[in-house]
């Protein structure tokens, strides 16, 4: 039987036994340093690269002659930071410092009839969940178990899952964030985009930004390169319903009436063809369907556009021209977090096909060639056979998705039409599900159905509330990982290593999943002695050391080739169905999808709503930074923008706080301050999110701001691949108190 899980503010710490166990890991910085070569500038510096973000700028962690960490710069050799971090890089010591911090594993106990969490050794927090998986796999299958994360805990847990037969590992970072572009970019190159994307924003002379807010949005090699293509004369054109930082430095700002954007990107297509501007050659050679995109667009006139979008077709002409002016050295951004509209694999596709006719795609100043290293797994057992894999689960559902649909994982825990639930267990790394999911109500239903919810995190976070057991881990400061290897311009290898000692009593994710798999009776698929012998051996087959690389941190590789763009007459294979580019997709049409993108109009606000967009402050991450005394000094609540014609409407005025409630009469927990302003359009509101958080341990951003996830409970399913459309939710303005009682 379904067990109940309410939320327990973690706060409510049990009486029960108070069972402290003894850190037992020995290889916290142990042995192989040597502190001679770690100072520097007077002060102990190691290596390490950020998790505040997945940018994970390569940098080094300093600390004063108290032995306390002090301070992370960026460290030079590093392609992802060149040395430089973005504010909540720096803010990493917050992290540390943050005395709300989970300190212990606990346990969900039932005393006097009340659930509330007990503290417990890691001993018996380890033994009950190794008992309760073994008790859910004899029952329902390996399949049955699904690992949600995001960030480097996921690699461990991940192979916690192969060594029992699962191979449901789901990242947000698919069907929340990027996977449709992922999708749209395959289906038409016959490859990702992937992270840091593959964009010469450096050399470019033509940057479009639809949508992706680069300024707000921190990643810290693009902010820097657009910066630097700036000063050197590049175009920038944003298309963003919102005057957003990239707006404020761009050429051309086109104030799109949100949710059109597959019109404009299909007129663009279109005045780029008719006039001729496209890149003939390019497109003779390396693509297929070109025939069919020239006829399927002929009626997507600017025109047309006009009155779908609101943008003059006079703009969409010149913006069209300026980017063909500067091709092939001209990117169409390819976003990331484009999980919008839920037709989000057409808008990309449109994206892609822009590119691949203006000829970016492999060419200087548009998308390079990426390269990365590969790091040899530790030898070890060959996993069991994946019996009932997650696609075998999901079926026929979102033919396009080639990783896990977390939201798809979500619905199959809990009962259905379709009979009992298909997941019973999940073990959650770093991810706030609660408000990274859409449709919370629909999230914590799934919750309540599990026999087993496990939680991997540094702060006490929603999702920690609905745990049975929660595991703390210690900070990125103070532990090992993997070995960084992200693509690049040039691969890159980067160490992170424990700074300091994990304060309280934490662990490192690595040594969960490694203890877990031992008590489960799978220990030989971790057969290393801890994560410094496995690194080490590691780092041997990759020419370097374990001591080389805490003495430098990033080691760089020199290409194998010299192929970071096309030669002029490259035969390139692509590794689509055709082995060109293919504007028209055969993929997609044999999956039953539009092979060239169609507009489809989305639902419009009803009468005294407005459209519900968010996005990303510069200071913070998500909901992973609210609490970072470093971060929430910097900003401590979110603000909802409001343009001055509507404001004057609802007689708002600037930091008055109020509520929100949407479509679906759902009210924010919070208040939030108004922001009147010109810079949104009168259509929409605008918030950041990661604020209004409800977990009162959370001292510092306990109901500080309101959740934009509270207010996303429609969600615009993209069937291809199943990515989650956020934008089609609709609020209006509560100022009463009685009124949000009711
Ligand atoms: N500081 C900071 N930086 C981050 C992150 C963070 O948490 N903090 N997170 C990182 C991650 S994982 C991701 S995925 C990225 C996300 O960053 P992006 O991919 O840049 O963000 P989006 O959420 O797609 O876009 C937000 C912008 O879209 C605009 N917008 C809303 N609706 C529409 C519309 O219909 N059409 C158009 N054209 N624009 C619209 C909003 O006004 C806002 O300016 O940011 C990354 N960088
Ligand atoms: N409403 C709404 N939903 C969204 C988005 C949005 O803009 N609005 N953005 C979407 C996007 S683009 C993405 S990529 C996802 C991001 O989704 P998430 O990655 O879930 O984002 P966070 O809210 O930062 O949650 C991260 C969790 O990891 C914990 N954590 C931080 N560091 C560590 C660590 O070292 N170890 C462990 N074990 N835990 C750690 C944090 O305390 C926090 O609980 O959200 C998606 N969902
Ligand atoms: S962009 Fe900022 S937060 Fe992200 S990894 Fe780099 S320094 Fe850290
Ligand atoms: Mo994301």
Redesign the pocket.
């Known amino acids: 039987m379904a067990n109940r899980r309410d939320f327990i503010r973690i706060s409510a710490l049990g009486a029960g036994g108070l069972a402290v166990g003894i850190p037992t890991i020995r290889s916290w910085a142990g042995g192989l340093i040597d502190p001679e070569r770690m100072v520097y500038e007077g002060m102990r510096r190691t290596p390490t690269?950020?998790?505040?973000?997945?940018?994970?700028?390569a940098?080094w962690v300093y600390k004063n002659d108290k032995g306390d960490v002090w301070k992370?710069t960026?460290n030079d050799e590093d392609l992802?930071?060149n040395g430089?971090?973005?504010?909540?890089?720096?803010?990493?010591v917050g992290m540390y410092n943050d005395e709300n911090r989970l300190k212990i594993p606990l346990i969900r106990v039932t005393s006097a009839g009340k659930q509330i969490y007990r503290e417990a050794s890691w001993d018996e927090a380890l033994d009950f969940i190794a008992g309760k998986l073994k008790g859910v796999i004899a029952a329902s299958g390996p399949e049955s178990v699904a690992l949600f994360s995001h960030g480097s805990g996921g690699k461990y847990f991940g192979s916690l899952l192969k060594s029992f037969g699962s191979n449901t590992n789901a990242a947000p970072s698919y069907a929340q964030c990027k996977g449709p572009r992922e999708a749209a970019f395959l289906a038409t190159f016959g490859e990702v985009v992937e992270s840091p994307e593959r964009i010469d924003i450096r050399d470019t002379r033509c940057l479009v930004l639809i949508g992706s807010h680069l300024g707000e949005n921190?990643?810290?090699?693009q902010?820097q390169e657009m910066s630097d293509a700036i000063d050197k004369g590049a175009t920038i054109i944003t298309v963003d319903p919102r005057f957003s930082t990239a707006a404020s430095k761009s050429k051309f700002w086109l104030p799109i009436k949100p949710s059109t954007d597959l019109a404009l990107l299909l007129a663009w297509i279109n005045v780029i063809i008719r006039e001729g501007l496209y890149d003939k050659a390019y497109v003779e050679k390396y693509t297929t369907g070109f025939d069919k995109l020239q006829a399927h667009v002929i009626p997507f006139t600017p025109e047309w556009a006009y009155g779908i979008t609101t943008i003059a077709p006079q703009m969409i002409r010149e913006t069209a021209r300026e980017m063909a002016h500067a091709a092939p050295a001209v990117i169409v951004h390819p976003g990331r977090h484009v999980t919008w509209y839920g037709d989000d694999v057409q808008r990309l596709r449109a994206v892609a096909i822009l590119n691949a006719i203006l000829g970016s795609w492999g060419r200087r100043g548009g998308f390079y060639r990426p390269e990365t290293l590969t790091v040899p797994e530790f030898p070890h057992p060959h996993y069991p056979e994946v019996k009932k894999g997650w696609r075998d689960i999901l079926g026929d559902k979102y033919p396009l998705a080639d990783q896990p649909v977390a939201n798809a994982i979500v619905d199959l825990s809990r009962p259905g039409e379709s009979g009992p639930a298909k997941y019973k267990a999940w073990i959650v790394n770093g991810t706030n599900l609660i408000e990274t999911m859409p449709n919370q109500a629909n999230t914590i239903e799934a919750i309540k159905a599990l026999d087993l919810l496990v939680v991997i995190d540094t702060m006490p976070m929603e999702i920690t509330g609905y745990a049975d057991v929660v595991l703390p881990e210690c900070t990125y400061l103070e532990r090992y990982d993997d070995i960084r290897v992200s693509q690049h311009r040039k691969p890159q290898l980067a160490l992170r290593m424990p700074a300091a000692k994990p304060k309280f009593n934490t662990k490192p994710a690595w040594w969960m999943a490694k203890t877990l798999a031992e008590k489960m009776g799978l220990g030989s698929f971790f057969p290393w002695k801890d994560i410094e012998e496995m690194l080490s051996w590691q780092l041997k087959q990759m020419g370097t050391s374990l001591g080389e690389m805490q003495r430098i941190g990033v080691k760089t590789h020199e290409r194998t080739a010299d192929d970071l763009y096309f030669a002029p007459d490259e035969e390139v294979e692509f590794s689509t169905t055709s082995t060109k580019i293919e504007l028209y997709s055969s993929d997609l049409e044999g999956a039953g999808f539009a092979a060239l993108p169609v507009y489809t109009p989305h639902e419009e606000p009803p009468a005294g709503f407005y459209r519900l967009i968010y996005g990303r402050a510069p200071m913070h991450?998500f909901t992973r930074t609210s609490n970072n005394p470093n971060l929430a000094d910097l900003m401590d609540e979110n603000s909802v923008w409001i343009h001055p014609n509507v404001a004057k409407e609802w007689a708002l005025i600037n930091d008055q706080y109020i509520w929100l409630k949407n479509q679906d009469s759902i009210i924010s927990d919070f208040q939030i301050k108004v922001r009147v302003t010109e810079r949104i359009r009168w259509d929409s509101v605008y918030m950041v999110h990661g604020f209004g958080h409800n977990q009162k341990k959370l001292e510092r951003c306990f109901g500080r701001g309101a959740s934009d996830t509270q207010m996303i409970t429609n969600v615009l399913v993209d069937p291809s691949m199943g990515g989650t459309g956020m934008r089609g939710n609709f609020v209006t303005f509560v100022t009463e108190k009685r009124e949000a009682e009711s």
Request: aromatic share 10%; hydrophobic share 25%; charged share 15%.
């Open positions: 690269y950020c998790e505040i973000c997945f940018w994970k700028c940098g992370i960026g992802h930071s430089r971090l973005c504010p909540r890089g720096t803010g990493g921190m990643h810290n090699g902010v991450t």
